[in-house]
């Protein structure tokens, strides 16, 4: 079972930058998908950037050139460094995962297509 808590949320001014990190055990392969999504109030789950086993990614157009997923293999995390700011980024950030052992092998960011998430950890941007 794939396992993941989420860490690095919190309040930040516009312009600022926040660094997310989640803590991933439990892969039982070595090839799978690692997303971020964000809920923000009064809106759907949206897939903002994913990576893959072989450290391919892929950004929405809301964040492309502002936010960075990474991976640190050594700790098992996935981090996503985000730069500028805006009071629009103000969501519920979700780490997400699936196995390609157990599930289609292809990294998107479809919600639908992830079959493991964290908790949850908020971010507030204000003016």
């Known amino acids: 079972q794939v396992r993941l808590m989420e860490s690095g949320g919190g309040s930040v001014q516009s312009g600022g930058s926040l660094r997310l990190s989640c803590a991933v055990s439990?892969?039982?392969?070595?090839?799978?998908?690692m997303g971020w999504f964000r809920q923000r109030p009064g809106k759907e789950r949206e897939g903002i950037a994913n990576?893959?086993?072989?450290?391919?990614?892929i950004y929405a157009e809301s964040v492309k050139g502002r936010f960075t997923i990474s991976k640190d293999n050594a700790k098992n995390t996935v981090l996503l460094t985000m730069n500028n700011l805006q009071p629009e980024d103000t969501a519920i950030y979700y780490c997400?995962?699936?196995?390609?052992?157990?599930?289609?092998?292809?990294?998107?960011?479809?919600?639908?297509?992830?079959?493991?998430w964290g908790q949850g950890t908020q971010v507030t941007v204000s003016t």
């Open positions: 990576i893959d086993h072989d450290d391919h990614t």
């Open positions: 439990g892969f039982t392969t070595g090839r799978y998908c």
């Open positions: 997400a995962a699936h196995d390609f052992a157990a599930t289609v092998p292809i990294c998107s960011l479809r919600a639908p297509d992830f079959t493991d």
